[in-house]
Structures are given as C-alpha cells and as structure tokens.
C-alpha cells in the first residue's frame, strides 16, 4: 500500500496491513542504512590520507569494527551523521555495526538483507561480540542468527547471546568479568527532570549488598527523628548521612555536612516571563522549585544580564575568560551539525581562522564557535567549512557540498531540488566570512 493512503477510509483489515507494510519498509530502510554505512566506510580507507600530511591534530586511520575489519578514515562519520541528522558518534556506531556484520557475523547479515532480522537484533549481537576474536564472533553468529528474527522474547535473546559469547570463549568472558570489576564508579548520571537527579554506584555486589545493608540500618535509626518521612525518603536522607560525614550523629541535619558547589540558575524577567528558570547542567525548572528547594539553604550571587555590547575584541589569538563567559551564554551547544555537547570545557574555535598578519579585533563575539575537540579537528582539517554571518548563527558546508544551518534551534539541513542548487550555493558564496555584531569598533 501507498504510504499517502487514506486511514480514514480504510476498514481493520487495511489498517493492520497498512501498519504491516509500513513495519516492513522501517526494517528495509534500517538495513539500507547499514549497506550504505559499510559502502560509505569502504570508500574512507586509510589509503586516501597523504602520509606527507600527518601531523597533530590531521586524520587519522582508526578501527571503527572488530579484529578482522578494515580500518576507516576518523574523519568518516562526521559528513554520514550530518547527512542523516544524527550525531558523529552516532554515525561512527552504525559504521562500526555495518563492519563487523559484514566481515565477522555474515548469517545475520543475509538475514537482516533478507528483511528477515531487524537491524537492531543484529546490532545488538555486533555490539556484545566487538571484543572477540573474528572467528569467536562467527561461533555466536551462527549461534543466535536462526533466533534472532523475534521468534523468543528479548530478553530470551540477550541470554541467548550472552551464553554463546561466553560458550565462544571462557577465558575472554572471565577477561570480561576482571574488566567489568575494575569498571567501578561513583557518579551523577545525566537522566534528570523535574529538579530532580540521580547519583549512581557501580561496584561489586558484594560491596553494593553492604551499601544497602548500611542504608537500610540507619535508615531504620531515623524513624523516630523523621516520623513523617516515607520509607524512601528516610533511606535518601540515611545514604546522604553516610556518604557526607558517616561520624555525625544520626540526628544531624545533612545540609551541614555536604561540601559546598556551585549552582548556575538562569532566571528570566520582564512581561514575557513565564516563571521557568533554567539549572545548567540539568534542565528547567519552576521558580517555585528555585524557591522551595534552593532557597531555604543557598546562597545566591545575583549576577545582572551579561552585557555583550562591552565585549570589545582582542588582538590576541588568546580568548579572555569574559568571552568565554557570553559565547556560553550565546550558544551553550556545540554548533558542529548536530553536535550534543553542552560542556563549558569545549574548545572555542574561530569561526574565521585567526591570523597573526590579520586585521585587529580577530577574537570577538561573532567570531567564535565552541566545539568538542573532535569536531573542532574535523572543522580544521576535515574539509568542512563554516561562517558566521551573524553572531550565534552558523552555515556549515560538508566536503560533498551538503549545506546545514546551525542556530539556537538545533540543525537544519538546507535541502534544495536540482534546480535550486545553485541559488543555494550562491547564497553561501555571497555571505561574509564573519560579522562582529556586538563589538565596538
């Protein structure tokens, strides 16, 4: 059936096929993404990169699959994730999964051609076998391809594949084991809403079991001092206890054990406030939450609108900590096509290269991109190109001439039919390289 079909005039028998056909061209274009991920990795092989070029900073050749799977061009994923809107690393993934199904597990990969296997099933046995030998990989290749088409449930299948890896070799699952036991942490984990976080410990179970038994005992001591307080929120205040000063007595107020941090909180105000502030590092939240849970135990430094008309440009290629503050400011996000990061350690590049021979006021608003340390090597040494017509505004080129404007919104692809290519090209041409909105003359 057509995908334009009309629902509304189709009875339930129509539905469920419509449904079915459109299930089945999701599975054929996941696997066509894979197929032109292996053909596009193909055709980066290290080969192409001029030996006379290597330096610090240049492309380089890396392993994207497993053992047996060729080497790839690092640069390779940045043009394949921004053409199919996703990030670099994202792109880097499904090239690495096209390798290893192509070149170690190659029933699954007949099967997923075939229309027979998702894609994500096949991944998934990529993924859990990467560190195995080739012919060790091909043992749970054709182990779990018979099982793989959603015949058992998921979970049966993880089993089912983590049995065979471990039947594949014993010795690398008791590796696996020693390199999950020094994989231990004890850290804030990014899901969070609603003022709300969590703070996570990987470790042994031994060690976890004695964590709980200490959280659940003193959590048990504090029922007389929090009467009112649920079970949970007895336990989050006992682990709390523990982890700030376990030498406190019980009745100890956690605030005053905790080492202080240091909070940013955006808040807006004028007629077009809607009582929502922003807690960077962690999202919006209301006014009222700031109030509630900030405000009884905070000390706040109010800090007024930074003023971006006095960030006058520098003749340095050094970039002062002022500016760093406003182009955070300006553009919190990585503004490579599609980038994630919102880290205030990113590199901040120069959107139009710095020169010592060059005009004075190189270094100002308008002239700055922050960028992940890859990113900013794919943008210096990748081919691509990029300007800045206004500031916080960014026109990037991929070295296949796919255009993408990135701005506070996020990434657009600029899409054009064959006859208006060229206009779009035009366009780009006639743009200047950079504008110094904000800087005084």
């Not at 292996?38 to 192409?48: G, K, T």
């Not at 088409?149 to 983590?162: H, K, M, Q």
Request: proline share 7%; charged share 25%; glycine share 10%.
């Amino acid at each position: 059936m057509s995908g334009t079909a009309v629902l509304d005039d189709m009875g339930g028998d129509d539905v469920l096929a419509f449904v079915g056909d459109a299930a089945m061209r999701e599975r054929t274009a996941q696997a066509d993404q894979l197929r032109g991920a292996y053909q596009w990795a193909i055709l980066h092989s290290p080969e192409r990169l001029d030996p006379s070029q290597e330096g610090q900073g240049r492309e380089r050749a890396r392993a994207y699959g497993g053992a047996g799977t060729p080497e790839v061009t690092e640069f390779a994923a940045a043009a394949l994730g921004a053409r199919m809107g996703v990030t670099t690393f994202a792109a880097g993934q499904l090239m690495a999964d096209a390798l290893d199904l192509h070149h170690r597990c190659p029933r699954l990969w007949a099967r997923v051609q075939a229309g027979e296997v998702k894609a994500s099933y096949a991944r998934f046995v990529v993924r859990q076998t990467r560190g195995l030998p080739a012919e060790e990989a091909a043992y749970v290749d054709a182990a779990v391809a018979e099982s793989a088409d959603g015949r058992i449930p998921w979970t049966r299948f993880e089993a089912l594949v983590e049995a065979s890896i471990v039947k594949a070799n014993p010795e690398v699952a008791r590796e696996q084991e020693e390199r999950a036991a020094r994989a231990t942490f004890a850290k804030k984990l990014r899901t969070e809403a609603h003022g709300m976080a969590t703070f996570m410990v990987r470790a042994d179970v031994a060690t976890i079991d004695q964590i709980e038994a200490a959280v659940t005992a003193t959590a048990g001591q504090l029922t007389e001092a929090m009467p009112d307080a649920s079970e949970d929120e007895r336990r989050v205040h006992a682990a709390l206890l523990l982890l700030g000063n376990p030498g406190q007595p019980h009745g100890a107020d956690i605030r005053d054990l905790l080492p202080t941090v240091q909070l940013y909180v955006h808040t807006y105000t004028g007629p077009d406030s809607t009582g929502i502030a922003r807690l960077e590092g962690h999202g919006p939240v209301t006014e009222a939450w700031v109030r509630d849970v900030l405000g009884p135990t905070c000390r706040f430094k109010i800090t007024p609108v930074l003023d971006l008309e006095g960030q006058a440009p520098v003749d340095a290629y050094e970039i002062p900590d002022r500016h760093r503050q406003a182009v955070h400011l300006v553009t919190p996000a990585d503004t490579f096509p599609y980038g994630s990061s919102l880290s205030r350690g990113m590199d901040l590049d120069h959107t139009k290269p710095w020169s010592p021979t060059g005009p004075p006021g190189q270094s100002g608003l308008g002239n700055y991109g922050p960028m992940t340390r890859s990113h900013h090597r794919i943008k210096t040494f990748g081919g691509w190109d990029v300007k800045q017509p206004f500031t916080g505004i960014y026109l990037w080129r991929d070295p296949h001439g796919g255009y993408y404007l990135v701005d506070h919104t996020g990434t657009r692809q600029l899409r054009s039919s064959p006859n208006d290519r060229p206009l779009v090209v035009e366009i780009y041409r006639s743009l200047p390289e950079t504008r110094l909105d904000w800087n005084a003359a």
